[in-house]
């Protein structure tokens, strides 16, 4: 299941890579073939509400299996585009299923993994699931290098249909999340995916460079919607997407938690090719190298953090991450152009060694707190909140770029007031004596 998640983050980051490549195949230009992205972004996201109420009905195992078949077949045909628009109608296949793809097998892995073990599980996917964005470029890069663009869309058929069959062969065949009578919510359904997309949509196009005007009549469109929805949510018994599941203290704090991880996550993938170019004249293939050195901190980070919060609870873990995110946030803001480029990647080393200990114990701690029945809807709540956090943060490093003739300085100090802002926010996750209760009591109610 957690190849399924990573399979859909490296698609996203490998098309992104491959772009200036596809064009010329496509027949079009730069501005044109980024397209390819955003319609995937917007297909993706529309999906993305709907996970709550699928899961309830036909369970979540099937809802990932549906989004296999669809990921390959648009995967498939996406690799066959002959020009621009008949790749966007293929990656609007793609996008659809993409969107369900990784939070159906997190709902997979959070409904069948006991609380006892969540940490363990989870930081383990977690850590899948992070490197994606790591690989991605260097993967798309090689590919490109070997002008084969098509097997960046051709190389998720295999793994779908590998991942499908074990899907099929393991998986219980009845795991709703639910008693499978969910009511479809009409006006959520006209008000919810809309408002989320549209929001997506204006950030994307912001950090595109499109009018300032066009972005905000996109973005305050959307978040009227989202605001109607909020209203819409709390007076029907079954909402799209529940967000009464705020009201446990614990569940808040993760969402929150894991907003800030999308924002900072994908602030430092935009930035540290910028720094390396820009701080120590890196050539284009070793650009990737802050981030291959982010994804080795990730690595052993993350699987540990997730261990240890079986024991110990996620509070001191999350805490003690985020405090040392922080300052050496703060410490490469102040020192990447003037301090030897060894220094700054041991200090990048570093920050991967604090945020994964910030990333899967708050991710582990999301799905231990939810009752069964609501890891559907949990899961939806979480990939929005990702999904808005991870383009506001690429339109701010964009956004900076432009404005400033050292965009990772800025960067760095809104990644270090971040992580700041998680240090407080710590305290209402659950410590020691609340992660022992959680495995020998069970999940808590809502």
Do not use: C
């Amino acid at each position: 299941m957690a190849l399924a998640a990573f399979m859909a983050v490296l698609n996203g980051t490998t098309v992104t890579a491959s772009l200036e490549a596809m064009a010329p195949a496509l027949g079009t230009t730069i501005s044109g073939v980024v397209w390819v992205t955003t319609v995937y972004l917007v297909a993706a996201s529309a999906s993305v509400p709907l996970i709550g109420w699928l899961t309830a009905r036909i369970g979540s195992g099937r809802v990932l299996q549906i989004a296999l078949v669809g990921f390959a077949l648009g995967s498939l045909l996406s690799g066959f585009a002959w020009d621009l628009p008949s790749m966007l109608v293929f990656r609007v296949i793609q996008g659809v299923s993409g969107g369900m793809l990784e939070p159906a097998a997190l709902a997979v892995i959070g409904l069948l993994t006991p609380s006892s073990r969540m940490g363990r599980v989870m930081g383990f996917v977690s850590l899948v699931i992070n490197l994606g964005p790591v690989v991605g470029p260097l993967l798309g890069g090689i590919l490109v290098s070997g002008g084969a663009w098509q097997w960046i869309f051709w190389m998720n058929v295999p793994l779908a249909v590998l991942i499908g069959v074990a899907a099929w062969r393991l998986l219980p065949k009845d795991e709703r999340h639910g008693d499978g009578s969910a009511a479809m919510d009409v006006v959520g359904l006209l008000l919810l995916p809309p408002g989320f997309v549209l929001v997506l949509l204006g950030l994307n196009r912001w950090g595109a460079g499109a009018s300032p005007v066009l972005v905000g009549a996109i973005v305050l469109a959307g978040v009227i919607l989202l605001a109607l929805y909020v209203r819409h949510a709390l007076r029907v018994a079954e909402p799209l997407v529940d967000i009464r599941l705020l009201r446990i203290p614990s569940f808040a704090a993760a969402l929150g938690i894991m907003s800030v991880v999308g924002l900072v996550m994908y602030t430092q993938l935009a930035v540290l090719p910028i720094l390396a170019q820009r701080s120590f004249g890196l050539p284009p293939l070793w650009q990737a190298l802050p981030v291959a050195v982010l994804g080795g901190g990730l690595l052993v980070s993350m699987t540990l953090a997730g261990r240890l919060s079986d024991s110990i609870g996620p509070r001191i873990l999350v805490r003690g991450g985020a405090a040392v995110t922080a300052v050496t946030a703060a410490l490469i803001a102040i020192g990447h152009q003037s301090w030897p480029m060894g220094v700054v990647l041991v200090l990048v080393g570093i920050l991967g060694l604090g945020f994964g200990s910030i990333a899967s114990p708050t991710f582990a701690s999301l799905y231990r707190v939810l009752p069964k029945a609501s890891i559907g809807q949990g899961t939806a709540a979480l990939f929005i909140m990702l999904q808005l956090f991870a383009s506001t943060g690429v339109t701010v490093v964009g956004f900076l770029t432009e404005a400033s003739a050292n965009p990772a300085t800025s960067a760095y100090v809104v990644i270090a007031g971040a992580a700041a802002v998680v240090t407080a926010a710590a305290s209402l996750m659950p410590g020691g004596e609340d992660g022992l209760s959680r495995r020998s009591g069970g999940r808590a109610r809502a």
